[in-house]
């Protein structure tokens, strides 16, 4: 991993806040990065707010930075009260019984308010009820917030309407809730930014690309390497991998990688005949799989490459060398989410530029 590029995206990130301040989603162990490594670097790079999913992670994040505030946007399940209370931790309350059992404690706190995603939040018509309730009286919370749908597609109506939804909704709150958040990364790059008083990147910060469909303005952060176990020549019609699904045309060179899908590589790469998967890069040149991606390993057709450029242990490079995560992510048929938090425990993370 990279730490002078996840700096880097933060701080670029931070600029387009402008005014507002940035903070960063941190959960997902970091995006697959780790929570222990990526929260110390981006609070060196300016952060003080952090958002995570679970209190676990909350913990994590607790022990990585003991003066962050640190929210946890799942909310409060019944029975959590105390570590919130033990460690200075911020729910993220959703629910009327969230915010009434909240109450009893006080304390800094956000509440989520849904304006289109219809999963976590109040809803509009329940956030509308407690306007005139004492129900935040003493409650603490300090920040509203809500989380946009379709961020990352500039053009879409969606946007617009969850915009005017939240700002209703904030009016109703004005002189109660002094700060509001509904930015992510994609929001920080819309002609009208929502940027309000917080901003909450999260994938941007670890090199994915926020604009699909143009050029990414972030820096890749993560590189990921593969060792050649073994190399096998063999002839026209031989067949590679489980099922026995590509079968060589021509004689051909096959290089076998320690790596699969139990390492977070998805087996959607697999490459049967007539239909592209992965590829790496080695020494220079990218080589496409073949045959199916296994648990721990996968096959690579080397053909191509120069007679001897390749050898047994040298490394392939997985992501980096022009092969993006969201490359990966397309050809996989997911997104980049769902790569870099997917990286499996068997590797052997390693921090650069620090």
Not at 323 to 343: F, M, P, Q
Request: charged share 20%; hydrophobic share 40%.
């Amino acid at each position: 991993m990279d730490a002078s590029a996840l700096t880097e995206n933060y701080r670029t990130l931070a600029k387009l806040a402008a005014v507002a301040e940035c903070g960063a989603v941190v959960k997902a162990n970091g995006y697959g990065l780790g929570i222990e490594t990526v929260v110390p670097l981006l609070a060196r790079a300016g952060c003080h707010t952090f958002f995570v999913a679970h209190l676990s992670e909350a913990l994590r994040a607790r022990k990585a930075h003991p003066l962050a505030h640190i929210y946890v946007l799942n909310g409060m399940p019944p029975g959590t009260e105390p570590f919130y209370v033990a460690d200075n931790l911020r729910p993220v309350l959703g629910t009327i019984d969230e915010l009434t059992r909240w109450r009893i404690i006080g304390g800094p706190a956000a509440l989520h308010v849904d304006t289109g995603m219809n999963r976590l939040g109040l809803s509009i018509e329940e956030a509308k009820s407690i306007v005139s309730t004492d129900l935040l009286a003493g409650s603490g919370i300090e920040l509203l917030m809500s989380h946009l749908v379709s961020s990352e597609i500039p053009d879409d109506a969606l946007n617009p309407a969850q915009i005017h939804r939240f700002e209703r909704v904030a009016g109703w709150f004005q002189g109660k809730i002094p700060r509001l958040s509904l930015a992510n990364s994609s929001a920080h790059f819309l002609p009208q930014p929502p940027r309000y008083n917080l901003t909450r990147p999260g994938y941007a910060l670890y090199g994915g690309n926020p604009t699909p469909g143009k050029p990414n303005p972030m820096k890749p952060v993560v590189r990921l390497e593969s060792t050649v176990l073994q190399l096998r020549n063999i002839g026209p019609g031989e067949h590679v991998g489980y099922n026995a699904m590509w079968g060589a045309k021509r004689p051909s060179t096959i290089a076998t990688l320690a790596i699969g899908y139990a390492d977070g590589w998805p087996r959607s790469l697999s490459a049967p005949d007539g239909k592209p998967g992965g590829e790496v890069v080695l020494n220079g040149r990218r080589c496409p799989f073949v045959g199916r991606v296994s648990m721990d390993l996968i096959t690579v057709d080397v053909t191509d490459c120069p007679p001897g450029s390749v050898k047994v242990g040298d490394l392939a490079v997985m992501l980096g060398d022009g092969i993006t995560v969201d490359d990966v992510a397309a050809r996989a048929s997911t997104n980049g989410y769902e790569i870099l938090t997917s990286l499996g425990r068997r590797h052997e993370r390693r921090l650069i530029g620090h």
